[in-house]
């Protein structure tokens, strides 16, 4: 059974920084595109960043270059330091888990999402 349990977010003031993590169990990373994605209050989940390992990585425009997605295979862990943080960037940031025949682009445009596994999330909280 996949399992995803996030941790790491907080509050913070604009400027500052805060690493998620989200634990796996269950899967192989290899196998799967992983991705974090945001929901804020009163508007849509968007995917921030998605990585595979056949496929690299992906960002979304609004947090490109203040934002990394890593993992650590030998911890079944994944890694979204986030750095220069805004206040538009408040919201609940869940990780998920999908078919690595999709790619990192698509996996965080929604496609293959339905069927993903996903975290409970954790809440980011950005004070300006």
């Known amino acids: 059974e996949v399992q995803l349990v996030e941790s790491g977010g907080g509050l913070v003031q604009a400027g500052g920084s805060l690493r998620l993590s989200c634990a796996a169990s269950?899967?192989?990373?290899?196998?799967?595109?992983i991705g974090w994605f945001r929901q804020a209050p009163g508007k849509e989940r968007e995917g921030v960043s998605c990585i595979s390992s056949r496929d690299g990585t992906y960002y979304t425009d609004s947090v490109k270059g203040r934002f990394t997605i890593s993992s650590d295979n030998s911890k079944n862990t994944i890694y979204l330091q986030m750095n220069s943080l805004k206040p538009e960037d408040t919201a609940v940031y869940y990780c998920?888990?999908?078919?690595?025949?999709?790619?990192?682009?698509?996996?965080?445009?929604?496609?293959?999402?339905?069927?993903?596994?996903w975290g409970q999330g954790t809440q980011v909280t950005v004070s300006s």
């Open positions: 998920t888990a999908g078919s690595n025949f999709i790619t990192p682009y698509f996996y965080c445009s929604g496609y293959g999402t339905q069927g993903a596994s």
């Open positions: 269950g899967f192989t990373f290899d196998d799967y595109t």
